[in-house]
T-cell receptor, first 112, second 119 residues
């Protein structure tokens, strides 16, 4: 157990819908990363937050957004969902900006 | 931009034997970290081993060791005395060590190598 929690474990929704994925980092970790794992694209970095502020962006679609709250948990919002958004979404956390990252168990999103 | 390449989509090894997974990367940075992650069928990402670029000594963790060739930009993983529980996807990953004005602290992954272990 890495200490990073993600909810829900599984999510099934229809095209065009909006979902929110939640991540709670390890106690004391200020940095949260979101990654997407799909068959087509492999493991890709989406976005990073540090102590409530957005720090870095990767290949994140405009339909996707995220935020980190004062209690340091983070949410990834996916809207206008398409079939191609079906993937495993991982959250990882680290103490600082360039420290060891610990992965959560992931949220499996299926868009039908 | 940094890239990571794993040229072996699948590998197979006999139980108790040794197997080596290959990884090459491309970067213009001099300071960085390299990692091997294991992803079993449970899908959890598990850190197997890490290597700091400025350390010449190859990292070792029990049955797992790496062969880090900085000049060749090569980072292979050797698994000794393979066990059935080693069967998984293995991902090689790169991360910048410090801010390089444009680089970020996120992990950059290869496509992965699926390792099967035969009893």
């Amino acid at each position: 157990d890495s200490g990073v929690t993600q909810t829900p474990k599984h999510l099934i929704t229809a095209t065009g819908q909006r979902v929110t994925l939640r991540c709670s980092p390890r106690s004391g970790d200020l940095s949260v990363y979101w990654y997407q794992q799909s068959l087509d694209q492999g493991l890709q970095f989406l976005i990073q937050y540090y102590n409530g502020e957005e720090r870095a962006k990767g290949n994140i679609l405009e339909r996707f957004s995220a935020q980190q709250f004062p209690d340091l948990h983070s949410e990834l919002n996916l809207s206008s969902l398409e079939l191609g958004d079906s993937a495993l979404y991982f959250c990882a956390s680290s103490v600082g900006l360039y420290d060891e990252q610990y992965f959560g168990p992931g949220t499996r999103l299926t868009v039908t | 931009a940094q890239t990571v390449t794993q040229s072996q989509p699948e590998m197979s090894v006999q139980e108790a034997e040794t197997v080596t997974l290959s990884c090459t990367y491309d970067t213009s940075e001099s300071d960085y970290y390299l990692f091997w992650y294991k992803q079993p069928p449970s899908r959890q990402m598990i850190l197997v081993i890490r290597q700091e670029a400025y350390k010449q000594q190859n990292a070792t963790e029990n049955r797992f060791s790496v062969n880090f060739q900085k000049a060749a930009k090569s980072f292979s993983l050797k698994i000794s005395d393979s066990q059935l529980g080693d069967a998984a996807m293995y991902f090689c990953a790169y991360r910048s060590a410090i801010y390089y004005g444009g680089s970020q602290g996120n992990l950059i992954f290869g496509k992965g190598t699926k390792l099967s272990v035969k009893p």
